[in-house]
């Protein structure tokens, strides 16, 4: 890892529908906000209570821009790890700053969630991606007739 870079692995909830944008080489970009939210047990009342969130804007380059976009929505919970870094902008004349992570593998958390992996071969694009694509090699796995939520994820039925 380079010497000043701050990684980050974080979990949590897609709070907004990821949003693509076409770059100028051809390539492409997603982004969507992530809000982790802490759970710890009250002892008072004998419940699990919300404690503290986190919200970050993830960012997804190429690759996985389009398998993220084809494979995950609004409200799945999934693991992000990637390189986090403040953003400074203009906000007509006051400087704020956003906090984001630059992506570099994002998956459904497992935990709360079954998935079907499609291996993708060099060269070839996701079903449902922008361009059209020879089908995607994939491997056969055992449902178990949980409440599906989105492309290739499915919820947990608990």
Same mark, same amino acid.
């Given at each position: 890892?380079?010497?000043?870079?701050?990684?980050?692995?974080?979990?949590?909830?897609?709070?907004?529908e990821? &949003? %693509?944008?076409?770059?100028?080489?051809?390539?492409?970009?997603?982004?969507?906000?992530?809000?982790? $939210?802490?759970r710890?047990?009250?002892?008072?009342?004998?419940?699990w209570?919300?404690?503290?969130?986190?919200?970050?804007?993830? &960012?997804?380059?190429?690759?996985?821009?389009?398998? !993220?976009? !084809?494979?995950? %929505?609004?409200?799945?919970?999934?693991? !992000?790890?990637?390189?986090?870094? $403040?953003?400074?902008?203009?906000?007509?004349?006051?400087?704020?700053?956003? &906090?984001?992570?630059?992506?570099?593998?994002?998956?459904?958390?497992?935990?709360?969630?079954?998935?079907? !992996?499609?291996?993708?071969?060099?060269? $070839?694009?996701?079903?449902?991606?922008?361009?059209?694509?020879?089908?995607?090699?994939?491997?056969?796995?055992?449902?178990?007739?949980?409440?599906?939520?989105?492309?290739?994820?499915?919820?947990?039925?608990?």
């Amino acid at each position: 890892m380079p010497i000043g870079e701050t990684y980050l692995n974080i979990n949590g909830r897609i709070a907004t529908e990821p &949003t %693509r944008r076409e770059l100028d080489d051809g390539g492409e970009s997603l982004g969507f906000l992530v809000i982790s $939210t802490e759970r710890r047990f009250d002892k008072e009342t004998g419940k699990w209570v919300d404690g503290h969130k986190c919200s970050v804007w993830v &960012t997804c380059w190429r690759r996985l821009a389009r398998h !993220v976009g !084809v494979s995950l %929505r609004k409200g799945d919970e999934v693991m !992000v790890a990637g390189r986090l870094r $403040t953003r400074e902008y203009d906000d007509d004349g006051a400087t704020r700053c956003v &906090t984001e992570v630059d992506a570099y593998a994002v998956g459904p958390n497992l935990a709360r969630a079954t998935a079907t !992996v499609v291996r993708v071969r060099a060269g $070839t694009h996701v079903a449902g991606a922008p361009e059209a694509s020879p089908a995607p090699e994939t491997r056969e796995q055992p449902r178990v007739a949980p409440e599906p939520c989105s492309a290739g994820v499915v919820r947990d039925a608990a």
